[in-house]
Each structure stands twice: as C-alpha cells, then as structure tokens.
C-alpha cells in the first residue's frame, strides 16, 4: 500500500485564488512528520512546510499552511493568494517516528502539477 | 548557513559506460547524506543513504553504488549505466540529529541520460 497518496495529478487554478492540495499518509506510528516541498521546473526541491504528529495546531509559513486532520490521515497544503510564480510539482512526504529517530529518508508521494493561470 | 551542490548538472552517457556523480555540503559537519532518483513525471525513490564517512545503506538493489570518503562528499557510481538509469538525480542532507522532524534540504540535482 501507498504511504503517501496524492490524487491530484494536476491542477489549473486562476491567479489569486487559494488553493488547496490534498495529501493522505499511512501509517501505524504514532509519531511521524509530515513535509511539503515545491519542485519549479529548474528541479530543485524547496522546502515549504512541516507538521508533527503530535502538534495541536496547524503548520503556516507565509503564504503556506497545512490543513492537518489526523484522525483522517490528511495533511492538504494550503497556499492562499496563488501567483504565477507557484506554478510547479508540489510534492507531499512523511518520516515515521519509529524510523525518524534514525537516518531513514523521507517517503514520497508522486505529486501534483499545480499550474497558476493569469 | 549550509549549502549543497551536485555536479555534473547534467550528463548524456551511452549504455555501459560507468558513472560517477558528486554531492558535496558545505556549512554543516556530521550531516546525513541521501540519494534519490526521479523519473519522468514520477515522485522521488530513496537509493542511498550514509549517516557516516564510510557508511552506506542501501534501498533498492540495482547496479549503482554509493561511497562517503569525507564527512561533507557522497558520491553515486556505476560500472555500467543501464537505459533505466536514466533521470533526475537529486543528493539532500539533514542534520544527525535524531529527530523525527529533521527537515532534508536538497541539491540542485544532476540531470543524466542513458542512450
């Protein structure tokens, strides 16, 4: 089974708007991390935003925030007021805990293409 | 503040010649040190990862190889690039510390292709 399911594999949205990109995870720890990265066209993955499992409120950086419902295993991110400049891969990841405490890498869904129209 | 680089940017290679790509961090000691490869369209696979100078674990068993000769320098090989080698191959860091919410931080990436 997927850890990671990201279910947009691509999206228009018109300049301004906000937009919401939806990410589901899976697993049994308890603890866990959960991590949203941007990729332009150039490649390079930018780091945008984290949630921890057991932080009571919702993640923002900015223009970002994470929408994180734990009983529903989701954690969408939010970016409010789109410009052209986000238009990119946007991918959602997560460490579980009872690996995160040693040098596991990160697990990767396979992304959404978010495209921000003029 | 720690910056990451990655060379060649990009490589055009024939099937089975050998390959050897370099990641370096500057700014940090004792970091660990990761390979990923993305496909076409696809999400990232973990190959390699190093929490130390000589010391490798592998993810997916395939005919490339990892190395850590210095604390700050990750190197990928092969002996024989195969078709499906082909992709973007992106090195990251994070810190040793083991926390869950350690954030990886990622290179620019090298480019290589397989003909």
């Known amino acids: 089974a997927q850890k990671i399911t990201q279910t947009q594999p691509g999206m228009f949205v018109q300049e301004k708007e906000a937009v919401t990109l939806d990410c589901t995870y899976d697993?049994?720890?308890?603890?866990?991390?959960l991590f949203w990265y941007k990729q332009p066209s150039s490649g390079e993955m930018i780091f945008l935003i984290y949630?921890?499992?057991?932080?009571?409120q919702n993640a923002t950086e900015g223009r970002y925030s994470l929408n994180f419902q734990k009983a529903r295993k989701s954690a969408n991110l939010v970016i409010s007021a789109s410009q052209l400049g986000d238009s990119a891969m946007y991918f959602c990841?997560?460490?579980?805990?009872?690996?995160?405490?040693?040098?596991?890498?990160?697990?990767f869904g396979k992304g959404t293409h978010l495209i921000i129209q003029p | 503040s720690q910056t990451i680089h990655q060379w060649p940017a990009t490589l055009v290679q024939p099937v089975g010649s050998p390959l050897s790509l370099e990641c370096t961090v500057e700014?940090?000691?004792?970091?660990?040190l990761y390979w990923y490869r993305q496909a076409a369209g696809r999400g990232l696979q973990l190959l390699f990862y190093?929490?130390?100078?000589?010391?490798i674990s592998s993810e997916v068993p395939q005919n490339l190889s990892a190395s850590r000769p210095q604390d700050r320098q990750f190197i990928l090989s092969s002996k024989k690039l195969l078709l499906s080698d082909s992709g973007f191959y992106l090195c990251?860091?994070?810190?040793?510390?083991?926390?869950?919410?350690?954030?990886?931080?990622f290179g620019p990436g090298t480019r290589l292709l397989v003909l």
């Open positions: 990251a860091w994070r810190s040793g510390r083991a926390l869950v919410q350690e954030t990886q931080y």
């Open positions: 697993t049994s720890d308890q603890s866990y991390g």
């Open positions: 949630q921890g499992s057991y932080d009571e």
């Open positions: 990841a997560m460490r579980e805990g009872r690996s995160g405490g040693g040098a596991d890498g990160l697990t």
């Open positions: 700014g940090t000691s004792n970091p660990n």
């Open positions: 190093s929490v130390g100078i000589g010391q």
